[in-house]
């Protein structure tokens, strides 16, 4: 009898190797289930993603050309909206695509190219908006010793660890999650390949091992959490002390776009990954996906430009010597107009 049952579970086992073994591609949710609604869904996240590139393809175009804004806080600006635009980039495309050619299937290694690609760069992303939290801090709290703690070198170093820190935990992860087998079959509940989604489909006494490198991740980033927190913290009792009402202007104008665009990116990963399972949905679950995943990196440049005079004024100059360059070349506009044009735009490179 023991050996019968023996027998048993091995041949259970044998098949559930066998099944994950087979599986060649994943089946993604649908944003509709009809082809009108599909078509909708497609022409407006195609909307979205063109103001997320050319919102954060302004602000990288500016911060590179305008030599004014070389300075550690646009900085890693720039390298926000580089993640930002990655990150967009990883999940939107597809999902679009899929909408418009009403076809749900990715392949297995492109799920994993996804997974990996939106980790690295939302882990980055993380990281960063916690070393620009920092930038603040010194800016304000300790003004004297800005030049010497965040010198050109010491920026290009923390800027590298985020980059560095989200490609490990990326690495990690993702040959981890991929590693487990699958036996819940390939459909998931999702727009786009997410860890969570994927150890729904593994093997019940497989997937251990991935659930506490997430928790040892996720005591990480609430460490980020927290010095965001304790140096915001900080900031607001120096900018209190500030006598004049200009410097606190200031002061503000320069922390809340941050502190903006941290609790939307925090709020957002919080109600996806932490909301209680008795309010979970595959089309709520959708929702808040759209929203940490594109309307964030959306967002981000808005926020940003909205109350940094220095940003728009550049923003506004970049755009002007554009078009009056383009006017000069497709217009008979005379040979003062066109070195006007010529000079405006030399200035920024």
Not at 141 to 155: E, F, I, M
Not at 160 to 165: D, E, I, L, Q, Y
Request: charged letters at 10%; glycine letters at 4%.
């Amino acid at each position: 009898k023991l050996h019968t049952q023996k027998s048993y579970f091995f041949f259970l086992y044998s098949e559930e190797m066998s099944n994950a073994s087979a599986i060649t591609e994943f089946l993604l949710l649908a944003f509709a289930d009809t082809r009108e609604l599909q078509l909708l869904h497609f022409w407006l996240f195609l909307g979205i993603y063109l103001v997320a590139l050319l919102g954060n393809g302004l602000i990288i175009t500016a911060i590179a050309c305008d030599h004014h804004l070389h300075t550690p806080m646009y900085f890693f600006l720039l390298n926000l909206s580089l993640l930002d635009l990655g990150s967009i980039s990883t999940t939107l495309p597809k999902a679009m695509a899929n909408s418009l050619w009403d076809n749900m299937d990715i392949s297995y290694y492109g799920c994993a190219t996804q997974v990996f690609f939106f980790l690295f760069l939302m882990v980055g992303e993380c990281f960063l908006l916690t070393v620009m939290s920092y930038d603040h801090y010194i800016a304000i709290c300790k003004p004297l010793h800005y030049g010497t703690l965040l010198d050109s070198r010491a920026c290009v170093h923390m800027a590298a660890t985020a980059w560095g820190s989200g490609f490990l935990y990326a690495v990690l992860h993702t040959a981890n999650t991929f590693s487990l087998p699958l036996c819940h079959g390939n459909i998931l509940h999702h727009i786009f390949c997410e860890i969570p989604q994927i150890l729904k489909l593994s093997c019940s006494h497989s997937y251990i091992r991935e659930v506490g490198l997430i928790v040892v991740s996720a005591c990480l980033l609430f460490g980020c959490f927290v010095f965001i927190v304790v140096s915001y913290v900080q900031i607001f009792r120096a900018v209190l002390r500030i006598p004049s009402e200009q410097g606190r202007h200031k002061a503000f104008s320069m922390c809340l776009p941050h502190l903006a665009v941290v609790s939307l990116f925090i709020s957002t990963g919080v109600f996806a990954y932490l909301k209680p399972p008795c309010v979970s949905s595959p089309y709520l679950d959708l929702v808040f996906a759209v929203l940490y995943s594109v309307v964030t990196p959306t967002l981000n440049p808005l926020i940003y430009s909205m109350r940094n005079q220095e940003l728009k004024d550049s923003l506004r100059k970049l755009i002007g010597c554009f078009l009056a360059v383009i006017d000069c070349q497709t217009s008979s506009a005379n040979n003062f107009q066109c070195m006007s044009a010529q000079t405006c735009l030399s200035f920024f490179i």
